[in-house]
Nanobody, 126 residues
């Protein structure tokens, strides 16, 4: 059974940092892609950062470029999101998404992923 478990959310002041972790388990082979999405109250879910291992591409939303860094541990099927210079606009529920056994043409699109975590809350106060 596939499990996707996120951790690392919390509350910080503007300008602070957080590191989110996501561990995927349940398959004997690595995912094709992993990503972080976020959803703020009253807003649509949006892609924050993604890594497509097959294509060798990384994706970052324009709003986080230069502040967030995605890293991937192939041995653990894990992805990490280092978030620096956090802003109140970054406040949202952050979800880890995994594309396991399926091809991903657009790693920034939510429908490319077949497994999701429960989410971890990030709150940034001004």
């Amino acid at each position: 059974q596939v499990q996707v478990v996120e951790s690392g959310g919390g509350s910080v002041q503007s300008g602070g940092s957080l590191r989110l972790s996501c561990v995927a388990s349940g398959r004997t082979y690595s995912p094709n892609a992993m990503a972080w999405f976020r959803q703020a109250p009253g807003k649509e879910r949006e892609a924050v950062a993604a890594i497509d291992k097959v294509a060798g591409n990384n994706f970052y939303a324009d709003s986080v470029k230069g502040r967030f860094t995605l890293s991937y541990d192939n041995t653990k099927s894990s992805v990490y999101l280092q978030m620096n210079s956090l802003k109140p606009a970054d406040t949202a529920m952050y979800y880890c998404a995994v594309a396991w056994g399926i091809a991903t043409l657009n790693p920034a699109s939510a429908d490319q992923y077949n497994y999701w975590g429960q989410g971890t809350q990030v709150t940034v106060s001004s």
